[in-house]
């Protein structure tokens, strides 16, 4: 059994993908590593593999508004992404690259023991949840899996980009919310 520590310093040292070579940085995940919720993103992107930390950029910015809303503070979660390296240009991560990093998420996982994992956009739903799922028509809705209820949710970089979107992610953080008070 790893420790949070050593599964971080394996990590660092990975390059079992292609996104080994073009990062700046690792992005292993930060937070409470004893938190009732975890928040899974799909990957860093420029600001996150600059600064080596989850969700800094914009849409961490509005990531933290959206927790804050709900009564807690980023210190309170643990933020992490299906990839640990920022894919080129941004793209989503390819299969084998989430495959790749999906041991290092399922460890933080294990580790953390969360109530509730938020899904955040399409790839970490399918990653986490289902192959097929469709968030559009799914999201907003607990799937439970073992011990862990997933929250999946529209991703925040979507919702900088579909402002009508935010009511709907509101209304998943404020079931979040409910859902954590009842575990």
Known sequence: ???????????????KCRLASTRTNVVFGEGNEHAD??????GPGYYEDIQGRPFVGR????????IKAI????????IANVVKC????????????CQACLDF??????????KIIVCLGAVSSKKLIDENFKISLQRGQFVRKGNFYFMPTYHPSYLL????????????????????TTL
């Open 1 to 15: 059994m790893y420790t949070m520590d050593e599964l971080k310093k394996y990590c660092l040292k990975c390059h």
């Open 37 to 42: 919720i975890m928040f899974v993103g799909e």
């Open 59 to 66: 849409a961490g910015q509005l990531l933290d508004k959206m």
């Open 71 to 78: 009564h807690l503070k980023r210190s309170d979660v643990y």
């Open 86 to 97: 920022r894919p080129p240009e941004n793209r989503n991560p390819l299969d084998d690259e």
């Open 105 to 114: 998420l399922r460890w933080q996982v294990k580790l953390i023991n969360p």
């Open 161 to 180: 980009r579909n402002q009508a979107s935010k009511k709907e992610a509101w209304e998943d953080f404020k079931k979040v919310s409910e859902m954590l």
